[in-house]
């Protein structure tokens, strides 16, 4: 198993402004990845984090919106840049060993853009 | 377009009584899998079936697969007030991530 830490756990951000999501992982894992959930809605993958290149992203995500970093086995960040209201969601951090067993979930940032 | 429709939506017991939710889905799946999300939170992995497996138990849980059908059943028996959360069917294409169903909600009233 993996414990999965983010932060920040929720923010309430202006609008056009940008925030950086981190998350870490408490032992070297093979894939991770970030999804969006937005209210009382399930979840939707934004992209997988590839170490050390760039990370693969789901349709209707695009890197301009969602830059994310992976420098190594055990961190990754997401950043919801030139937010809206629409941006408005929680997001989930998730790290396993491959893209369809068992993932392992962080607590989530919840994010509120006025 | 989503895999995983579950259904009910929402759903109220006693605890005590058993609470089954349901999943189903449209394409060959490698496995499919079980998550619990309380108060908007992060997931917890509760149960992986393989496609060739046709039940599996875990405590009080207990999750049937049928293929033939594309669909699958979550059985918790014995609720508690702690069980009170969303569920999640989430199935694994033979190619491809995790997709996950629109949830379940549990409420389990003392």
């Known amino acids: 198993s993996a414990v999965i830490s983010q932060k920040p756990s929720r923010d309430i951000c202006q609008r056009g402004t940008s925030l950086t999501i981190q998350c870490q992982v408490d032992?070297?894992?093979?894939?991770m990845f970030w999804y969006r959930q937005q209210p009382g809605q399930s979840l939707t993958l934004i992209a997988t984090a590839n170490q050390g290149s760039e990370a693969t992203y789901e349709s209707g995500f695009v890197i301009d919106k969602f830059p994310i970093s992976r420098p190594n086995l055990t961190f990754s960040t997401l950043t919801v840049s030139n937010m809206s209201p629409e941006d408005s969601s929680i997001y989930l951090c998730?790290?396993?060993?491959?893209?369809?067993?068992?993932?392992?979930f962080g607590p989530g940032t919840r994010l509120t853009v006025l | 377009s989503q895999q995983g429709e579950e259904d009910p939506q929402a759903l109220s017991i006693q605890e005590g009584e058993n609470a089954t939710m349901n999943c189903s889905y449209k394409?060959?799946?490698?496995?499919l899998q079980w998550y619990r999300q309380n108060s908007g939170r992060g997931l917890v992995h509760l149960i992986l079936i393989r496609s060739n497996e046709r039940e599996k138990h875990s405590g009080r849980l207990r999750v049937t697969l049928d293929t033939s059908k594309k669909s699958s059943s979550l059985l918790i028996t014995a609720s508690r007030a702690a069980d009170t959360a969303s569920y999640f069917c989430a199935t694994a294409p033979n190619t491809g991530k995790l997709i996950f169903g629109q949830g379940t909600t549990l409420q389990v009233k003392p």
């Open positions: 032992s070297q894992v093979t894939m």
């Open positions: 394409t060959s799946i490698n496995n």
């Open positions: 998730s790290a396993g060993t491959n893209s369809f067993y068992e993932q392992f």
